[in-house]
């Protein structure tokens, strides 16, 4: 049944954060270093990534690394998971750190006392009715498969991901239903580092290594998905994507077909795969001009075709511009996932152009591709916040986005789309995954910790808490 701004009645309203970017304790309970360990912050973090050849290593004299406290959820999560409750969450969307787990991702027998952190975490979830939702590789390849493996180029990662997935599946397996299995599955052709756990050999081998290391996570995940339902019949585990509809900058027939070409990549290819069970038609033209070859091993297709998703879930923040020909100019400082400029739209305080209508084009094309039930897991805005002198926080930027944002899904879901929860990113203000910054502020939940180290971790309610509390508690109905 439906209100009048279109959202299901059992609709699940919540929000979304990443192991590595909020909980800290990264030396503690057996955890073992992973990917975002290594990762600096602040404006290094992007231009290192950028570098081929990034050496994994820590330089803590010349970097800071914020990830390591994070925002110390690790300690904290009964004060956070109750003010998500205030706010009156029925779903949290976690990840996992399979370095807790896993602390170097290979060993024979798991951790214990990461496995009991999370079981703490999901009892406290239950207490509130809060439903958790889990993504099972958020950017968190464990150290030492990296170094010693290549990350996800090689195909023993698969072995051991697999070991991982059956151990989190046995033991959650009365507390938790909904698993996604990899985070932003096809950002990796763009950022192999946080996708794929690996720095590129160079430039001209970057896209050949991108797209062998997602076959072995298309087959890491087909096994997962078959996994989850032998061991929870009734579980529903989901594909995740990072989705940017793509425009033509104009109606040029050579941009426009550029824009289809570049958007059937990014947006379709792994969703083909993960949705359909099969590597689309269009891709052989693609691997076949850029030099492409998949190894593959018998058997991969097939369970690829046997382990399909059961629901897609996806990431919004922006749309993408594109034209076949690009001067330097046109291309925009935070486009990063390619395009140009939009003319017709704003953009935040790093850069990324603010489309509502983006996300409505989106879901309708989502659903009308494969008719399958849409999560819309990432959506927020990320901003400089102040804090007044009465401790007050009046982020009504971000409630102006995100009540923009709801309203675009509340009309796709009138033009048919099966849209079943929305968990806004960085509920709780986090580390940014991009930039390494605590001022990239996402949350409806301040928490005082800056760039420069300082802050107590207080946690403080921002104006678009009380504004998120309402619009969960009428369903959507007061935007």
């Known amino acids: 049944m439906l209100n009048e701004k279109g959202f299901p009645e059992h609709f699940l309203w919540g929000g979304a954060t990443a192991a590595n970017q909020i909980e800290g304790g990264y030396l503690e309970g057996g955890r073992g270093l992973n990917l975002a360990d290594v990762l600096p912050g602040g404006p290094a973090r992007l231009k290192l990534l950028s570098q081929a050849g990034f050496d994994f290593e820590m330089d803590k004299e010349k970097y800071s690394y ?9 300690h904290r999560y009964k004060e956070d998971i109750a003010l998500f409750a205030e706010m009156g969450f029925k779903v949290f969307r976690l990840s996992i750190a399979w370095s807790r787990i896993f602390p170097k991702g290979v060993e024979q027998e798991p951790n214990e006392e ?33 170094k010693e493996y290549g990350g996800w180029k090689n195909r023993k990662l698969i ?7 059956t151990v989190i599946l046995n033991r959650y397996k009365n507390k938790v239903k909904y698993w996604l299995t990899f985070n932003e599955i096809n950002s ?17 081998t970057r896209l050949q290594e991108s797209f062998q290391g997602l076959h072995h996570q298309f087959v890491a995940s087909a096994i997962a998905v078959k996994l989850a339902h032998k061991i929870i ?39 083909d ?9 269009f891709i052989q033209r693609y691997f076949k001009e850029n030099d492409i070859k998949i190894d593959m091993q018998q058997g991969d297709l097939e369970l690829i075709k046997e382990g399909t998703v059961d629901f897609i879930s996806l990431s919004y923040y922006m749309s993408r511009t ?31 152009e603010i489309d509502p209508t983006g996300l409505r084009i989106g879901l309708n094309e989502l659903y009308g591709r494969y008719q399958k039930p849409l999560m819309v897991v990432e959506n927020g805005l990320g901003a400089y916040d102040k804090v007044e002198e009465d401790g007050s926080i009046n982020d009504d930027y971000r409630i102006d986005y995100l009540r923009d944002h709801i309203k675009a899904m509340a009309e796709a879901i009138k033009d048919g789309v099966n849209l079943i929860g929305y968990t ?10 991009s930039s390494g910054q605590y001022s990239k502020r996402y949350g409806f939940i301040y928490v005082d910790k800056h760039d420069d180290g300082s802050g107590t971790l207080e946690r403080k309610r921002k104006k678009s808490f009380y504004w998120y509390k309402d619009v969960i508690s009428s369903n959507g109905k007061n935007l």
């Open 188 to 204: 990796a052709t763009h950022f192999p580092l946080f996708g794929l756990g690996f720095s590129a050999t160079s430039d001209e």
């Open 273 to 281: 795969v993960q949705v359909r069970g099969e590597y689309p038609t």
């Open 114 to 146: 990461g496995l009991a952190f999370y079981d703490r975490v999901f009892d406290e979830l239950e207490r509130y009715g809060i439903e958790p939702l889990v993504t099972i590789a958020h950017y968190e390849t464990p150290l030492h498969l990296i």
């Open 424 to 433: 806004t990113w960085g509920c709780i203000d986090l580390v940014s995954n």
């Open 322 to 352: 594109e034209k076949k020909e690009k001067k330097a100019e046109e291309i925009g400082e935070g486009n990063l996932i390619g395009g140009v400029k939009n003319p017709f739209l704003q953009s935040s305080d790093w850069g990324w």
């Open 66 to 74: 914020p990830n390591h406290e994070a925002i110390d959820f690790y």
């Open 159 to 165: 072995e051991y991901f697999e070991r991982y997935v």
């Open 233 to 271: 019949p009734d579980s529903q585990i989901g594909c995740m994507l990072l989705y940017a509809p793509t425009y033509s900058y104009d109606s040029n027939p050579e941009n426009v077909m550029y824009a289809l070409e570049e958007g059937r990549v990014f947006n379709f290819f792994c969703g």
